[in-house]
């Protein structure tokens, strides 16, 4: 892979006496080497890299889907959709009272999304977003970045159709960064940094392809489950 950045640089470009502009390049560059940006808070005019001791990841074949969700899937009660509104997930998920997404991040993501390296499913409900997330995609791993929901279940079916995407598009990583007790009874798991930078490398030196399912072709619940061999 080209987009590796070495540690050294990271730390430079973290210091407040030394200036540099994160990229959406250098961002990807960063997530290469297994760190991601985070804000303070929404007003924050600085980002700071991060790099957990613990990771948090979802093994693809190992999604928790309790009987009350997947009759929720099945029953296709939100209409899914891939990219259709970007923007209007990342507010989403940023409307908390506290929230780590300031308008640099905004801006970065957005740009990779134009680019085709992010990418949002979103849970509608009469024709209202109600839930989604959004994430990177790089090789053949896919870095989530945050979901948020306003009716239940929401971001829970926008996940189960985001981890049928990755089965479908050939993904071998998805990662949570941090575990929640909420992503933990979704079956998230840690692991050591080690062993995640293990899992990255090979992700990394591998091919997926986030659109073997179009975006544009409707899954239903029912093809999500079954690609999750449900």
Request: charged share 25%; glycine share 8%; net charge neutral.
């Amino acid at each position: 892979m080209t987009l590796r950045l070495s540690r050294r640089t990271i730390s430079r470009m973290a210091r407040p006496s030394e200036p540099f502009e994160i990229t959406p390049d250098i961002l990807l560059r960063a997530y290469s080497i297994g760190l991601f940006p985070m804000a303070e808070s929404s007003d924050s005019p600085t980002l700071f890299w991060v790099e957990p001791k613990e990771r948090g990841i979802f093994p693809l074949g190992g999604l928790k889907i309790s009987r009350s969700l997947e009759k929720t899937v099945r029953a296709d009660r939100f209409e899914i959709r891939v990219d259709g509104d970007f923007e209007a997930v990342i507010s989403g998920c940023a409307a908390r009272d506290k929230t780590w997404i300031n308008g640099q991040i905004r801006s970065l993501y957005c740009a990779l999304f134009a680019s085709g390296r992010a990418h949002s499913v979103e849970a509608l409900l009469d024709g209202d977003m109600v839930g989604g997330l959004y994430g990177v995609s790089l090789g053949a791993a896919f870095f989530g970045e945050s979901m948020f929901h306003t009716a239940r279940d929401a971001s829970k079916v926008a996940l189960v159709h985001l981890a049928a995407r990755l089965r479908a598009g050939g993904y071998r990583l998805l990662d949570t960064q941090f575990v929640t007790p909420h992503l933990a009874s979704l079956g998230a798991i840690e692991i050591a940094r080690e062993a995640y930078q293990t899992l990255l490398d090979e992700a990394l030196d591998a091919e997926a392809d986030f659109c073997a399912w179009p975006a544009a072709r409707p899954m239903s619940g029912r093809q999500a489950l079954a690609l999750l061999g449900r």
